[in-house]
């Protein structure tokens, strides 16, 4: 059995990659080697992290060859995003404009006008669930626009017509005969 002894050092650089990475995995890989060097066996590791020992067994491997770096993953799973830095680049500008200085004849973007213009931009369609994934990622936040007349309309004729529309619908109803 090999035991895990950490420096000081190593230690907090571990605990500050935990606590800094938004990565679950390496988030993990972390704590397997944090609690390998706190004196926990492979099969007390697994369950607490309700991983697999293999997986135990990886992380400790990459810790040992290649230190810190062995405990991120080398590439992202999946295919690589279309959304280029140009186009991350471009979609940023577009966020901080408003739709009518470009032309546009509405006040707000939705993810479909902006999609719509990101591609006569860049020539790149995504999604709009893709799109709603990129703009959190660049630290935007979005949400429907609530769309309401409120302190654009005459408030006092809208509660006329409010009042008598609650008026009419009071009387009785009567039905007109039908012309032939």
């Not at 230190?67 to 590439?75: A, C, D, F, I, S």
């Not at 408003?98 to 860049?122: C, E, M, N």
Request: proline content about 6%; hydrophobic content about 30%.
């Amino acid at each position: 059995m090999v035991r895990w002894k950490l420096s000081s050092k190593q230690w907090d650089a571990l605990d500050e990659l935990r606590f800094s990475t938004r990565d679950a995995k390496v988030f993990r890989n972390a704590t397997i080697i944090l609690l390998s060097a706190g004196g926990n066996s492979k099969p007390q590791i697994a369950y607490e992290l309700g991983c697999s020992p293999s997986t135990v067994d990886n992380a400790r491997r990459a810790y040992r060859r290649r230190g810190l770096e062995g405990l991120v993953p080398r590439t992202s799973p999946g295919r690589p995003s279309r959304a280029t830095p140009e186009y991350r680049q471009a979609l940023t500008v577009a966020v901080k404009t408003p739709p009518q200085t470009l032309g546009y004849g509405f006040s707000v973007w939705s993810l479909a006008r902006l999609g719509q213009h990101l591609k006569r931009q860049t020539g790149i369609l995504l999604s709009e669930d893709q799109l709603g994934r990129v703009l959190r990622a660049e630290g935007f936040s979005y949400q429907r626009p609530k769309h309401t007349m409120k302190g654009k309309r005459d408030e006092s004729a809208y509660q006329r017509a409010r009042g008598r529309l609650k008026a009419l619908k009071k009387k009785p109803w009567t039905r007109t005969p039908a012309k032939c």
